[in-house]
């Protein structure tokens, strides 16, 4: 399994970008697909997860209300759409895919988002 995210960038308080995780590969064994994010001198920290083809979906307190995370099948891609963004919301942001049976983790490259105040 293989994850590329983009969508990253510089935005101002208030602003809204869309980030994007795309996969190929054995992408049919994956059953969660998570956004996290790791801020300087922080842990990492999940933002967001929706189970595949399910969509049940799971925020952290934080962005709960701001970001919405999604699904898109056909396209193997899954979108996290940060709304009313804050500059604590500035971090790498990183896509990551679980598969439960035979466990496996796999994750993209990160993708630089910073809000500005």
């Known amino acids: 399994v293989q994850l590329q995210a983009s969508g990253g960038g510089l935005v101002q308080a208030g602003g809204s970008l869309r980030l994007s995780c795309a996969g190929s590969g054995n992408i049919f064994s994956i059953n969660v697909i998570n956004w996290y994010r790791q801020a300087p001198g922080k842990q990492r920290e999940l933002v967001a997860a929706?189970?595949?083809?399910?969509?049940?979906?799971n925020y952290a307190d934080s962005v709960k209300g701001r970001f919405t995370i999604s699904e898109d099948k056909p396209k193997n891609t899954v979108y996290l759409q940060m709304n009313s963004l804050k500059p604590e919301d500035t971090a790498v942001y990183y896509c990551n895919a679980r598969r439960l049976t035979p466990w496996g983790d796999f994750w993209g490259q990160g993708t630089q988002v910073t809000v500005s105040s």
């Open positions: 929706i189970t595949r083809g399910g969509g049940i979906t």
